[in-house]
């Protein structure tokens, strides 16, 4: 099985931000449910915590502090298309949600900008292997092999990128907005 460096790269990016989280004393596996930080600000507050399938663990990040945590999204190229579309980083949030059978959720929020304005930031949306499909009854961009890929989902000012198995992406995908 190959798996594309857009899904490498996002794995490693959410392995070194759960390392980095400060948080000892959350561990998710299989048999534990999961935690959810609340409340959970910005984008994070619109993943759920249990998408039928499996229990997800969230944790989220506004402004200075989410774009420091966002380690997927080079900090420049960031602040570029803030400062381009008149934004600040308090108009930024963040989140990333662990499930409980090895499916990751990010999420990226700039308030007010359409997310067409910075897909562009997010690499998953910007290889040669993506394609148009609809997964749990949305549009998506999907980069897949073997069952196993990474779908982005792009709602109003909102991009989410989902990391696992396609079952477990379309169920991801039926509980958001």
């Known amino acids: ?18 390392a980095a989280c400060g948080r000892p004393s959350v561990t ?16 994070g507050a619109v993943i759920p915590t249990d998408d039928g399938s499996e229990k997800f663990d969230v944790f989220g990040e506004e402004g200075s502090t989410a774009l420091a945590t966002a380690t997927s999204i080079a900090p420049a190229d960031l602040q570029a298309v803030l400062s381009a579309n008149g934004k600040t980083t308090d ?11 090895g499916t990751t959720v990010a999420a990226f929020q700039i308030q007010g900008l359409t997310a067409s304005h910075f897909s562009s930031l997010i690499p998953e949306a910007n290889t040669a292997t993506v394609k148009h499909v609809t997964l749990g009854g949305k549009d998506v961009l999907a980069s897949e092999a073997a ?23 379309a169920a991801m995908l039926k509980k958001l907005p």
Not at 1 to 18: E, P
């Open 28 to 43: 998710i596996a299989p048999s534990v449910p999961a935690v959810s930080h609340s409340p959970v600000p910005g984008v």
């Open 1 to 18: 099985m190959r798996v594309s460096r857009a899904v490498l790269a996002l794995t490693m990016g959410v392995a070194v931000l759960v």
């Open 147 to 169: 069952n196993i890929g990474a779908w982005v989902y792009m709602k109003d000012d909102m991009i989410f990128v989902i990391t696992g198995t396609k079952d477990a992406a």
């Open 91 to 101: 108009d930024f949030s963040y989140a990333i949600a662990t499930g409980s059978a």
